[in-house]
């Protein structure tokens, strides 16, 4: 069946740093949405792309869709405490159902 | 591993009808599942949090006794939509949490809810 691979499963950063989850799809996606999850929380909503090709940016957040519309990242500029959790991918198919990726927990090191 | 499916995937009813959506994990047990709506681009807003051989816990604001979710089995939850009416229209996910951590969670394809 029709799968979305998220990696890494675990990034330990030191605050500052970068970090970058990449999410890859055996099928073309309809669209791909991104989800933050607090230690504790539910999943929030922070963005959704639909087209090919596609770069947003929502302040040290950028996401971008890839152009054949199966692969998706997430990458964070300067890391900071409040940016801990697990990031989420979802995809949207034909039928729109999600397909979830299997979530990058980020980890901030002391 | 730690595949979670929803069935129906999409359900077309009239109004005053009842649904059943039904969630399972199928490659592992599921201590809590939760249940989840979205509406579109919006965060999924926790409906309840459902415990193997126990009462659901239901978050403010969501009625019991019009969603009702009952977790028979540590593979299988149900969440059952009564008397639905169109403003129950929406997106309705599930999740299944592995016991070794409440924080990793797997989540279904959802289900999509129209009534008529």
């Given amino acids: ?8 499963q675990y990034q330990h950063v030191q605050e500052g740093e970068d970090f ?8 073309t996606l309809s669209n791909i949405q991104w989800y933050k999850q607090r230690p504790g929380g539910h999943p929030v909503f922070l963005i959704q792309l639909v087209k090919s090709g596609e770069v947003k940016k929502q302040k040290r957040l950028t996401f971008q869709f890839g152009e054949a519309k199966k692969n998706s990242s997430l990458h964070i500029t300067a890391t900071q405490t ?17 397909i ?4 990058t927990k980020l980890i901030i090191k002391p | 591993g730690a595949v979670v499916s929803q069935h129906p995937s999409w359900v077309i009813c009239k109004s005053g009808t009842s649904v ?17 709506r979205q509406f579109p681009k919006q965060s999924l807003m926790l409906m309840a949090t459902s ?8 978050e403010q604001g969501v009625e019991k006794d019009k969603f009702l979710i009952n977790h028979a089995s540590l593979t299988l939850s149900t969440l059952t939509v009564t008397s639905a009416h169109p403003e129950d229209s929406s997106f309705y996910i ?17 289900t999509r809810l129209t009534v008529l």
Avoid: H
Wanted: with cysteine; charged share 15%; hydrophobic share 30%.
């Fill in chain 1, 20 to 27: 970058t989850t990449y999410c890859n799809s055996s099928t």
């Fill in chain 2, 51 to 58: 415990n193997e051989g126990s009462k659901a816990t239901y």
């Fill in chain 2, 20 to 36: 059943k959506i039904e969630c399972r994990s199928l490659d592992f047990q599921a201590t809590t599942m939760f249940w989840y």
């Fill in chain 1, 1 to 8: 069946g029709q799968q979305v691979m998220q990696i890494p």
């Fill in chain 1, 100 to 103: 979830w990726g299997a979530g």
């Fill in chain 2, 94 to 110: 599930c999740s299944a949490a592995i016991p070794r951590g409440a924080d990793t969670q797997y989540f279904g394809p959802g």
């Fill in chain 1, 82 to 98: 409040t940016d801990v959790g697990t990031y989420f991918c979802a995809g949207g198919d034909s039928n729109y159902q999600l």
